[in-house]
């Protein structure tokens, strides 16, 4: 069965970094989209990036352009999320969520069929 197991979370502060993975299994990885989403205390759940197979190409949130940088390492199923210039907005709960093929458009949870379990940041100011 589809397993994705986020790790990397974590408190920081204002300005800091942190690098988030979610290792895939269960699936083709080859031709999936991965992405990130994250939810913060009372509101929706949100798309951060995604990238589609191949790396063919990445999508970001306006709120995280400049700041965050998906990837993955297709030898080990694995997808991350380096996060820099950490501010306080961006504390939520983060989660790897992945469908097959080309997902476009790639923000709505809707089009995804297998999500982690989340892990929590915490950017403190």
């Known amino acids: 069965h589809v397993q994705l197991v986020e790790s990397g979370g974590g408190s920081v502060q204002t300005g800091e970094s942190l690098r988030l993975s979610c290792a895939g299994s269960g699936y083709r990885y080859s031709t999936a989209t991965m992405a990130w989403f994250r939810q913060a205390p009372g509101k929706e759940r949100e798309g951060v990036a995604a990238?589609?197979?191949?790396?063919?190409?990445?999508y970001y949130a306006d709120s995280v352009k400049g700041r965050f940088t998906i990837s993955q390492d297709h030898p080990k199923n694995t997808v991350y999320l380096q996060m820099n210039n950490l501010k306080p907005e961006d504390t939520a709960m983060y989660y790897c969520?992945?469908?097959?093929?080309?997902?476009?458009?790639?923000?709505?949870?809707?089009?995804?069929?297998?999500w982690g379990q989340g892990t929590q940041i915490t950017v403190s100011s």
């Open positions: 990238i589609w197979p191949g790396d063919t190409r990445k």
């Open positions: 969520a992945t469908a097959q093929g080309y997902v476009d458009p790639w923000f709505p949870r809707a089009n995804y069929n297998y």
